[in-house]
T-cell receptor, first 115, second 111 residues
Framework: GAGVSQSPSNKVTEKGKDVELRCDPISGHTALYWYRQSLGQGLEFLIYFQGNSAPDKSGLPSDRFSAERTGGSVSTLTIQRTQQEDSAVYLC?????????????FGQGTRLTVV | KQEVTQIPAALSVPEGENLVLNCSFTDSAIYNLQWFRQDPGKGLTSLLLIQSSQREQTSGRLNASLDKSSGRSTLYIAASQPGDSATYLCAVWNQGGKLIFGQGTELSVKP
């Protein structure tokens, strides 16, 4: 695709429900990142996928959060039993295999509101 | 653990001023450094990427420098305009490909 695509753009969910956020990276990009941005805050690293390597999950805040990447392309971030503090914008980025020389490209984000 | 700090957190200047945004990082063993812009309610737009072997990059009125040994980068904006108002984010790539962000500098350029 032309850019990184995230869906939905907005999601309102009730506390305790599970949500899935989707990221379609740029075609051919092997690295994929998820970040969380709370209101007025910087970007908090969540998880990083690089090719077939085991993902770096060091930023996931709790075991309610998980992510997978199927076929080395689309990624889904799942939040189980959502809490109000999970409300934030979730941003996805991708970069090529030699991405450190070309940089990261971001999607527009999914704004999650837990009520 | 890599930490990225941006100073100032917020900056307000009159139109036409030249300005400098600062970024520092604790682990100098970075691969590259990238500056982004974020408009309210929007995603991130890449401004400049400085590779580890480079000292600076320029794009239009923007110039970014990198001094790995001292753990510093600056983003220079010449002749600022109201349209430059946004949050500017600095991010460093570590050797494993992980991208770590600073908290950003919120810039307001007054007409």
């Amino acid at each position: 695709g032309a850019g990184v695509s995230q869906s939905p753009s907005n999601k309102v969910t009730e506390k305790g429900k599970d949500v899935e956020l989707r990221c379609d990276p740029i075609s051919g990009h092997t690295a994929l990142y998820w970040y969380r941005q709370s209101l007025g805050q910087g970007l908090e690293f969540l998880i990083y996928f690089q090719g077939n390597s085991a993902p770096d999950k060091s930023g996931l805040p709790s075991d309610r959060f998980s992510a997978e990447r199927t076929g080395g392309s689309v990624s889904t971030l799942t939040i189980q039993r959502t809490q109000q503090e999970d409300s934030a914008v979730y941003l996805c980025a991708s970069s090529p295999l030699t991405g450190v020389d070309l940089g990261a490209f971001f999607g527009q984000g999914t704004r999650l509101t837990v009520v | 653990k890599q930490e990225v700090t941006q100073i100032p957190a917020a900056l307000s200047v009159p139109e036409g001023e030249n300005l400098v945004l600062n970024c520092s990082f604790t682990d100098s063993a970075i691969y590259n450094l990238q500056w982004f812009r974020q408009d309210p309610g929007k995603g991130l737009t890449s401004l400049l990427l400085i590779q580890s072997s480079q000292r600076e990059q320029t794009s239009g009125r923007l110039n970014a420098s990198l001094d790995k040994s001292s753990g510093r980068s600056t983003l220079y904006i010449a002749a600022s305009q109201p349209g430059d108002s946004a949050t500017y984010l600095c991010a460093v790539w570590n050797q494993g490909g992980k991208l770590i962000f600073g908290q950003g500098t919120e810039l307001s350029v007054k007409p």
